[in-house]
């Protein structure tokens, strides 16, 4: 596909660039590097810089494009590459493969995330055509759908870049103004103890018994959690959340089990609130292995970050709000959503950010995930006054 220019219409250039990305099968842990190539093709004619960052394998890239000086400030419209996977059966076109019904846009990732991309990617042209005195920059991940591994890489590859002001993440809110969200950090932990015979208990480690009293201190921490809930806090519930959602362990009721791994998350509604979970933790879990060590000195209890994603903490003043306000104009109603994003990441790295883009998350995982064209064309119009808060 040739590079989108300025002639024409943008709407029928985001809809041809949107046909092209959703033809890539770009679904979380399988590579993106095609898909990235094509953005870079599209990207190269506008762009001052662009930098790539890859995982290990080199089959998984990130992209960060700046268009317009390559300074401090200006805006980052940030998005994720990667989709959710599909089963074709449930569909009723092909999930790869942008297809138009009415004012809809079937197929993976036309509302997650694509379709803003689409829009960003026709409206490049006409902003590097401006006498940008800051820049816009274009950041897209990947496998943000399976635990964010793409946005850190990316972040730490921007040590040395210029540092945007702010940054939109394109998630799907329906247009909606979203200004926080609780974050989500999700674990596996194992318990190693030593089996024996149910008759002698003391001359083994019970991983299940230490397993239960490790759970029963993460979930007697819940009232002080509510306790520190913020005062104001936009969330329902409140405060910061924790759940252990699996438990497997032990081989039989006579047996002293010898091992025991559970699944648990946490939502922290502030990233102090994760620290205080872990602080304590670690002064029980100290505690515990002590008792298993005197009588197995192997015993152990490890955890293993399955992913920490922070959360996007409410700012009263943000920079990326006034953004958000003064695009839409007026006073648009801020919301906060129990989904998490990459903007929590990006407020962590200093970059103040909004959730806002085209389409409803309702539809997002779903077979026949859709965009309405309608959204796609109020996104363009609205990115397009972004020139006016960098020329000057
Ligand atoms: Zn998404």
């Not at 540092?163 to 190693?192: F, M, N, S």
């Not at 602080?279 to 505690?287: F, K, M, N, V, W």
């Amino acid at each position: 596909m040739p590079a989108p220019t300025t002639d024409g219409s943008p709407v029928d250039q985001m809809l041809a660039i949107l046909d092209g990305l959703i033809a890539f099968p770009s679904v979380a842990l399988t590579p993106n590097v095609d898909l990235i190539a094509h953005v870079e093709d599209l990207l190269r004619p506008y762009c001052s810089e662009i930098l790539l960052s890859h995982d290990e394998t080199r089959t998984k890239a990130n992209l960060f494009a700046t268009i317009g000086p390559v300074v401090d400030g200006g805006i980052m419209l940030a998005g994720h590459s990667d989709v959710v996977p599909v089963d074709p059966g449930d569909w009723t076109s092909p999930p790869f493969t942008a297809t138009r019904r009415g004012d809809r846009i079937y197929g993976r990732g036309t509302a997650d995330m694509k379709g803003f991309l689409a829009c960003v990617l026709a409206l490049v042209p006409r902003w590097a055509a401006l006498d940008l005195v800051r820049p816009v920059h274009v950041a897209l991940t990947f496998d943000e759908e399976d635990g964010f591994h793409g946005a850190p890489i990316l972040i730490d590859s921007l040590a040395d870049a210029p540092r945007p002001a702010v940054a939109i993440v394109g998630e799907p809110t329906g247009l909606k103004v979203v200004g926080a969200h609780k974050g989500c950090y999700e674990y596996t932990t194992t318990v190693t103890g030593m089996n024996g015979h149910s008759s002698r208990p003391a001359e083994a480690v019970s991983a299940v018994h230490h397993a239960t009293r490790w759970i029963a201190g993460l979930l007697g921490l819940e009232e002080e959690l509510v306790e520190r809930a913020p005062a104001g806090s936009r969330f329902e519930p409140m405060h910061t959340t924790t759940n252990v959602g699996v438990i497997n362990g032990g081989l039989a009721r006579c047996t002293v089990a010898g091992g025991c791994s559970f699944d648990w998350e946490m939502r922290p509604v502030q990233g102090s609130d994760a620290r205080f979970v872990k602080d304590r933790i670690a002064a029980l879990e100290s505690g515990l292995l002590a008792e298993m060590r005197a009588v197995h000195p192997e015993a152990a209890i490890e955890t293993e970050a399955v992913c920490e994603i922070d959360g996007l903490e409410w700012e009263e003043s943000s920079p990326a709000l006034d953004l958000m306000r003064s695009l839409l104009g007026g006073d648009p109603p801020v919301g906060v959503v129990a989904y998490g994003t990459e903007a929590g990441l990006y407020q962590a790295a200093g970059i103040p950010s909004v959730v806002w883009g085209p389409g409803d998350i309702a539809v997002a995982h779903r077979p026949d995930e859709f965009v309405e064209v309608s959204d796609l064309e109020v996104c363009l119009e609205l990115l397009l006054g972004l020139g006016s808060h960098l020329t000057d």
